[in-house]
């Protein structure tokens, strides 16, 4: 894909002010119950609840007599600890949405150099470049990977893409592994050489610094680290941190693709001559995103509430404690404008459509 990025604008033509009402209305209900929009007890006590996920089995793993097979599986459960706590603490610190108190927030996004990423690429791509462009080829970087699966009709097609649906499930749980190793890299480059920053002012010697030492660090707590304390063969280490990584990346990956990548997900594209999108951002949204199993408490409670993505991507500013109430809010508000609401009943019936929708794009364009 091309890297050079053509200017791209959003229409202000609302004429029935959707977003202005729905964001009236939603500052009225914190108004009324008198609750901050971050976090609150709920969320804190969850986060004890992901950190105790992810750590403690790290150190049975180092500091207990279990046998390997038992260590093994203690490192799949620190997969799905990275992803308990990438999905709600990491992302609402790094919105922001965490804590009103800013250094709260920086703590609990700086979570993610213990999970394999960088803060500084995750904002870039995530709440810059995903949450404005969202689902629109060659802006929204979540639409690419690579030249392996095709997400978007507007992406080239290879004949590899015919069985797309057949091999996904392997190349998503190498998301986070990918970031440890090559993601990040190739990231901080092209935002550094396209001046990319959520910053006032970019400094790439500070930004490799930070990202080169954090990775020794990390290489060391999860591999050099264990490879001194065990008494077990090398490659052995290797496929754990392996293996945590895949559960990791398979959880995180379905979760995010659940929400766009599927088929009431539309993915438009500005005018060619005047580079304005059809609708305004706030209708966009409606338009890309998707929710789905928000009557589960269990998925709603674990996947840090991104299974309402339609209340993460217009209020990201707002803790997802609070996606289950503001939802009934947004889904009023939507139909009253004839505005579209998608969400799936279940995640089952989100992940046959998002196969569905794989196996629609494998298909060579006529």
Excluded: C
Excluded at 205 to 222: E, N, V
Excluded at 298 to 322: A, K, M, Y
Aim: proline fraction near 3%; charged fraction near 15%.
């Amino acid at each position: 894909m091309s890297r050079e990025i053509k200017p791209l604008r959003f229409s202000r033509k609302d004429p029935k002010k959707f977003f202005i009402t729905l964001n009236k209305r939603v500052n009225e209900h914190f108004k009324k119950i008198n609750t901050p929009k971050t976090g609150n007890w709920k969320l804190y006590a969850k986060t004890g609840f992901m950190f105790t996920l992810f750590v403690t089995p790290y150190f049975l793993i180092l500091f207990t007599d279990f046998n390997a097979w038992i260590k093994l599986a203690l490192a799949l459960v620190m997969g799905v600890g990275i992803a308990g706590v990438g999905m709600n603490v990491m992302h609402d610190g790094n919105h922001g949405s965490f804590s009103k108190i800013p250094w709260i927030n920086k703590l609990m996004g700086a979570s993610i150099y213990f999970l394999a990423g960088n803060v500084h690429n995750w904002k870039v791509q995530h709440n810059i470049l995903h949450h404005t462009y969202t689902n629109i080829h060659g802006h929204d970087e979540d639409l690419e990977a690579g030249r392996i699966i095709r997400f978007s009709k507007h992406s080239e097609w290879l004949s590899i893409h015919k069985y797309q649906h057949l091999y996904f499930v392997f190349i998503y749980g190498l998301l986070t592994l990918n970031w440890v190793l090559t993601t990040d890299f190739q990231q901080t480059y092209r935002y550094i050489k396209r001046k990319l920053t959520y910053r006032n002012s970019l400094q790439p010697l500070r930004q490799w610094f930070i990202l080169i030492s954090t990775k020794l660090i990390y290489f060391g707590i999860w591999i050099v680290i264990p490879m001194l304390f065990l008494e077990i063969a090398w490659w052995k280490i290797l496929i754990g941190f392996f293996l945590m990584h895949y559960v990791a990346g398979l959880i995180l990956s379905l979760v995010f693709q659940l929400a766009h990548i599927i088929e009431d997900a539309q993915m438009p594209l500005p005018d060619k001559k005047t580079g304005t999108m059809k609708n305004t951002w706030a209708i966009h949204q409606l338009l890309t995103t998707v929710n789905f199993s928000t009557k589960n408490k269990f998925v709603n409670w674990f996947t840090g509430g991104l299974n309402h993505q339609i209340e993460h991507h217009i209020f990201p500013n707002i803790s997802h404690i609070h996606y289950t109430d503001i939802a009934k809010i947004v889904k009023k508000t939507a139909k009253e404008f004839n505005l579209p609401y998608n969400e799936y009943k279940t995640t089952r019936s989100a992940l046959f459509s998002h196969f569905k929708y794989l196996k629609q794009m494998g298909l060579q364009p006529s």
